[in-house]
Structures are given as C-alpha cells and as structure tokens.
C-alpha cells in the first residue's frame, strides 16, 4: 500500500506524459513530383501540420492500406522532427523537393518519412502520426488538389484527433 501512494504522489508531482495524436484519414497522392499546384496531372495530397510547442516535436508516422493494414514505416524510421511554432506540408507518397521546379515541399519536409509501397503499391491511404504531448500541440490541415480529365479540382478538411 505504501509504494501505491509512493508512486500516487511522484506521478501528482512530476506530472505525466500523453502520447497525442492526428488522423489523417483518407489522401491520394498519384500526381508525379515536380508537377505544380495544382497538379498538370493526377491527384495531389499535402498534409499541413503546426506546431504549437517552443521546442522541436519529435512525431511518428504510421500509413495504413486501403483495407487499414499497417505499412509503417517502423520506427525509428517513422519520425520527424516539426520545428518550433512552426509549419510544415509534406506529400505522404511522393518526395517533391521544392529545390525543383513545380516541387511542393521544403527541406524540412522532404525528411517526413512517405508510405512505403513495398507491401501495397497504391499511391493511396490513411495514417496517423503521434506525439509525446497535449492534443493541443498540434494543429493539421489535408489538402487535395488535382487534374482528371481535364477538370481542375481543390478541396481540404480539418484532421481529426487520432486516437
């Protein structure tokens, strides 16, 4: 009994750490890199997070299949850093260097780790990425933008809180 109120007073004390999260629940990413905005062809997903916190966020990421199997990656493959109180947009499949013409993603972006193909090779999904943190913490937006048979397209959707 002792030890239960020991361990009681140190979690009230020292405080205890969440893990946080964010659904990305649905994207398609088929557009080729270094195809603008929006895309010549294709369908093009950027995923915006903000961070809210002083400090860098070290997150994972994990991207699930059509039919919600795990593709990974494993960690420690799967983090990423979001520096602090600042934004970041990123392609879940494709790396889109913005050092390219037409591409899409900074420096800081091209290191958030893509869905692997090797297991399901669509260019489609959902993931979730986590933190160490308040729900708070972190703030994201999907957009979707493309062009199918000559139609332009562009729409976007708050992320939900993972769980």
């Known amino acids: 009994m002792k030890k239960v109120i020991i361990v009681s007073v140190m979690v009230l004390v020292v405080g205890m750490a969440y893990a946080s999260s964010i659904a990305i629940p649905w994207f398609v990413d088929n557009a080729a890199p270094g195809a603008g905005s929006p ?25 699930y ?16 850093l979001i520096p602090a109180l600042s934004s970041v947009a990123f392609r879940p499949v494709q790396d889109d260097p913005s050092s390219v013409p037409g591409g899409q993603e900074s420096a800081v ?13 669509k260019k489609n999904g959902s993931a979730s990425i986590s933190w160490v943190g308040e729900a ?21 959707h708050l992320l939900p809180p993972g769980a």
């Open 39 to 63: 895309p010549s062809a294709g369908v093009m997903t950027l995923i915006y997070l903000k961070s809210n916190v002083v400090d860098d966020l070290t997150c994972e990421i994990t991207y």
């Open 65 to 80: 299949s059509a039919t919600g199997i795990d593709l990974g990656p494993v960690s420690p493959d799967n983090q990423f």
């Open 109 to 121: 972006a091209v290191l958030i780790p893509n869905r692997p193909t090797d297991v399901d090779p």
């Open 136 to 156: 708070t913490d972190v703030q994201g937006i999907a957009v979707q933008m493309g062009n199918v048979g000559g139609k332009t397209f562009s729409f976007g």
